[in-house]
Structures are given as structure tokens and as C-alpha cells.
């Protein structure tokens, strides 16, 4: 591997851990090398930087197209295809999340829905299905909180992810709050009904 020290020490450890995130080591090794590339590297970059045959590099880049994770250039007099990870890494880390969303969690979510609609034969069934049920809410709460954090600019998600404690503090003083104020509905008692006095008689006519 023709690298610097610093450089193969990151891609060595990415192809180790994508092994772990279900993607192949060469997968991974090429996907390091790009993010820390300065510039768009072509195959046979990659091959001689990793020490990979051309048909490794060439499906390793292939799959890495397959989930949007780099981007195919062309350079002026350069019939050659060259590659680059983009360059904000929240950009990726999105992509990366839509692109599991799809793969992963979308068929999940459908054949539950498709459980969820059909009527249960038995207890069994009765309780499998409750259980599902809490399945796909959970899963649909997690994908519509994703899909509002995929609207955001980078900015705003950096924000957002560094609030961290302060989100948790605010939930607790919101529901201290609530708690207060059902309290104090809860425990006022309706107003009394104070009886009218009697109405005075005219006075009897003195004889």
C-alpha cells in the first residue's frame, strides 16, 4: 500500500470497520482513500495507492455509486473517469441515512403495514400483532423525525446536534409545567352555589 503513515492507518481501519457495517473491506479501503484525497482520483490511482486489481477497484467503485457516496468526474483532455467524496460530511452522513432508509427500513415498514392489515387467526396472532404494531409506530416515529432532519442545511443540523442535554433539559421543564398545570385543574373545586336570601315580604299593613 503506497501511502503515508497517517493516510493507511485510516484506510486500513475503515476496511476494517465497514467489514462490520455489512459493506465489503475493499469497499470500504476505497472510500477512505477518497474522503482523504485532496483531489478526483482515477482507477488506476486507486489500484496502484491500495495495491487492488482493476476489476476490484472498478466494483468497489461501482457499489459506492450504487449509494450516491461519490461523485464521477471528467477532466478536460482526460478520457479517464475520476472520482471524489464530497466534501461536507454531513452531506454524506444524509445520504448515508436515506440511502439505508431505502434498503433497510422501507421494506421493513411495508411488510409490517401489510401484517398489520390482515386478520389475526388466533390469540397468537392477536398478540403478534400488537407487537408489530409497536414496531411500526416506532420505526415510522424514527423515519418522519429523519425525514425532517434531511430538509435541514448543515448549519442548522450542526446546531441542532450540539444542543444534545439542553433538548432534554427543556423536555423536562415542559413537562414540569404540564405537570403544574394539570394539577391545579385537578385539584380547583367547583365553585359553590350560594342560595339567594329570601325575598322580604311587604311589610303587613298596620292596623
Known amino acids: 500500500m503506497n501511502l503515508a503513515p497517517l493516510t493507511?492507518?485510516?484506510?486500513?481501519?475503515?476496511?476494517?470497520?465497514?467489514?462490520?457495517?455489512?459493506?465489503?473491506?475493499?469497499?470500504?479501503?476505497?472510500?477512505?482513500?477518497?474522503?482523504?484525497?485532496?483531489?478526483?482520483?482515477?482507477?488506476?490511482?486507486?489500484?496502484?495507492?491500495?495495491?487492488?486489481?482493476?476489476?476490484?477497484?472498478?466494483?468497489?467503485?461501482?457499489?459506492?455509486?450504487?449509494?450516491?457516496?461519490?461523485?464521477?468526474?471528467?477532466?478536460?483532455?482526460?478520457?479517464?473517469?475520476?472520482?471524489?467524496?464530497?466534501?461536507?460530511?454531513?452531506?454524506?452522513?444524509?445520504?448515508?441515512?436515506?440511502?439505508?432508509?431505502?434498503?433497510?427500513?422501507?421494506?421493513?415498514?411495508?411488510?409490517l403495514r401489510d401484517a398489520l392489515m390482515e386478520q389475526p387467526a388466533n390469540l397468537d396472532d392477536i398478540h403478534a400483532q400488537a407487537r408489530m404494531k409497536q414496531m411500526h409506530d416506532l420505526i415510522e416515529l424514527m423515519t418522519g423525525w429523519l425525514a425532517d432532519v434531511q430538509k435541514m442545511d448543515s448549519a442548522t443540523l450542526v446546531s441542532l446536534m450540539k444542543m444534545g442535554a439542553k433538548v432534554q433539559r427543556l423536555l423536562e421543564v415542559k413537562d414540569k409545567v404540564a405537570n403544574t398545570v394539570k394539577a391545579g385543574l385537578t385539584g380547583r373545586t367547583s365553585p359553590k352555589i350560594v342560595a339567594a336570601p329570601p325575598a322580604k315580604l311587604p311589610d303587613e299593613d298596620r292596623s
Open 8 to 111: 493507511q492507518r485510516f484506510v486500513l481501519h475503515f476496511g476494517e470497520m465497514g467489514s462490520r457495517w455489512g459493506i465489503n473491506r475493499t469497499v470500504g479501503q476505497i472510500y477512505a482513500l477518497l474522503f482523504v484525497s485532496p483531489r478526483a482520483l482515477n482507477a488506476d490511482d486507486i489500484g496502484e495507492a491500495l495495491g487492488f486489481s482493476r476489476s476490484n477497484v472498478s466494483m468497489g467503485l461501482k457499489e459506492l455509486q450504487s449509494w450516491n457516496l461519490v461523485r464521477l468526474q471528467h477532466l478536460p483532455n482526460d478520457r479517464r473517469e475520476y472520482f471524489q467524496a464530497p466534501e461536507d460530511v454531513w452531506a454524506i452522513f444524509r445520504t448515508l441515512a436515506e440511502e439505508r432508509r431505502k434498503r433497510e427500513i422501507d421494506p421493513t415498514l411495508s411488510m
